[in-house]
Structures are given as C-alpha cells and as structure tokens.
C-alpha cells in the first residue's frame, strides 16, 4: 500500500492570479499538500485566522502593500509557521529585514517546480533555503546599515517621474503605459523609493516626501 500523501498546508499569497492557481495545481497534484491561495494581506490574514498553514509562500509586491506588512501582523496574530519569499527579486536590504524577521527563505519565482517543492519540504523541516551567495550579499547590506543607504538617497529622475504619478494616484500599469516603461520597471523604482525613504507603503511614501524630500520633487 502506497504512503498516505503529506498533508501539510500551504498559503499562497501573491497578486498574480494565474501563478499562484498554477503553483496551487502542481503542489496539489504532485506532492498532496492541502493548499489555499489569496491576493492580498488581507485575504492571506482572513486564512490563516481559520485554517492556519504550515507553510505560506508569500510575493513581496502585494499591490499598495508588501509581503513585510503581511510578516509583521501575521506574526502578531500568533501565526506559528514558516514563511518562504517566493519573489521575481527584492532588494537586497528589504530581503536582509525579512531575514532578521525570521523567514525560512527566499524562492526566486524562475526557480524550477523541483526546487519550489524541495525549499518547502525543507521549510517543513524547521531548516532554511537560501542561495549562499544571496544569502552572504544580502547579509553584508544589512551588515553595511543605515551608512549605505544615507549616501544614496537622491532620487533618480525615473524615481521622480515614478513618485510624481504615486502622488496622482495612478497604479503600476498605468504609470508604466504614462512612461512607456514595464510594470517591472516601475516596481522596480518604487522599491528603490521605499528603501531610499525608510517607508513600506505608498501613503507612507508621499508623506515622507513631501515632508523630508521637497528638494527633489520639482
């Protein structure tokens, strides 16, 4: 008789439908677990509140928020399992606090299916998954401090440009169709304005511009 299959629960939670309903499918199907998925912080704390996951793999952009708000309050609200970043990239400070924060590890979202499902099974077993060299680079940032990010803190014009449609309300597509530029792109500048900033949100971001930043928003 064959083993019964693994039944450890997984959370998904990213804002890109068709990659967490295809990552759903493949955990399902290939490896037994029972998994949920959701889009936002808020969904994915709805979950967990009812069905607490072993594992949640968690994207970092979630729309107006991160994957650091979702940490941070599901952590409060006494979730006990382990966290895995499954992102296209992060910055390498941010990554450092997630770090610190105590996730399992850092998933790159081109990893393969196999790799995707070993780092789960590792995060199952109480050990982390971490690239060495991400791992020893983003160490040696977070090592580095406040020292690094103060000498570097004078916006771009693509950060201006990002920040000045943030202040008009406009979301990542429509910004990148106004500057002709991919949505990568543009999230790829608002995280260097969030960590530029020391802010997590895009209400955050405006706030602290326009009350530290007036300098550089003509």
């Known amino acids: ?39 936002t912080v808020k969904e994915g704390l709805s979950i967990l509140a009812e069905w607490p996951a072993d594992v949640v793999l968690l994207d970092f952009d979630l729309g107006n928020e991160t994957g650091s708000a ?8 006494g979730f006990q399992g382990k966290t895995l970043l499954l992102t296209a990239g992060v910055n390498d400070l941010e990554a450092a606090d997630l770090i610190r924060g105590g996730i399992s590890g850092i998933v790159l979202k081109h990893s393969s299916p196999a790799e995707l499902a070993a780092s789960i099974r590792e995060a199952l077993a109480g050990k982390v998954w971490f690239d060495q060299g991400y791992l020893e680079r983003v160490m ?23 920040l000045a449609f943030v202040f008009e309300g ?4 429509e910004i990148a169709h ?13 995280q260097q304005l969030f960590d530029k900033t020391g802010v997590r949100t895009r209400s955050q971001l405006v706030r602290v511009a326009l009350e530290q930043y007036k300098d550089q928003l003509g």
């Open 70 to 77: 979702f940490l941070s309050r599901a952590r409060a609200g």
């Open 170 to 173: 406009l979301a990542n597509k």
């Open 178 to 190: 106004r500057l002709n530029i991919s949505e990568s792109s543009v999230k790829a500048s608002l």
């Open 1 to 39: 008789m064959p083993p019964k299959p693994n039944r450890s629960r997984v959370l998904i939670v990213d804002d890109h439908t068709l990659f967490r309903e295809s990552v759903t499918r493949l955990l399902e199907a290939e490896h037994g677990w029972q998994v949920r998925h959701c889009g």
């Open 140 to 162: 040696q940032k977070a090592t580095l401090g406040s020292g690094s990010a103060a000498n570097s803190r004078t916006f771009t014009e693509r950060e201006r440009q990002v």
